[in-house]
Nanobody, 124 residues
């Protein structure tokens, strides 16, 4: 079993920055993919970014490419999402997740474990 706890959300003005953290506990494997998703009110949960175990593999949604950076610190069991140049459209609940098995890195339904989410609100 894997447990994930997000932190770092909050209220920020457009153009500002936030760094989200996701503490991972439990048994993890070198093949795990760790990802971030977000869900705005009335919308489906959407992919934001994902990273491989060693950090050499990263992928981003087009909407955040160049503004967000995903990283992980395996000894600390933590992954991060640095969000810069935030826009009001980035307002959502952000979730970290672990994909353990085969499937798409971009599909929420292929991720096995989820955190409880952290709210990010960007004011204009």
């Amino acid at each position: 079993q894997v447990q994930l706890v997000e932190s770092g959300g909050g209220l920020v003005q457009a153009g500002g920055s936030l760094r989200l953290s996701c503490k991972v506990s439990g048994r993890t494997f070198g093949t795990d993919i760790m990802g971030w998703f977000r869900q705005a009110p009335g919308k489906e949960r959407e992919f934001v970014a994902a990273i491989g175990w060693a950090g050499g593999y990263t992928t981003y949604a087009d909407s955040v490419k160049g503004r967000f950076t995903i990283s992980r610190d395996n000894p600390r069991g933590t992954q991060y999402l640095q969000m810069d140049n935030l826009k009001p459209d980035d307002t959502a609940v952000y979730y970290c997740a672990v994909k353990r098995y085969s499937g798409s890195d971009y599909s929420a339904s292929d991720y096995s474990y989820w955190g409880q989410g952290t709210q990010v609100t960007v004011s204009s």
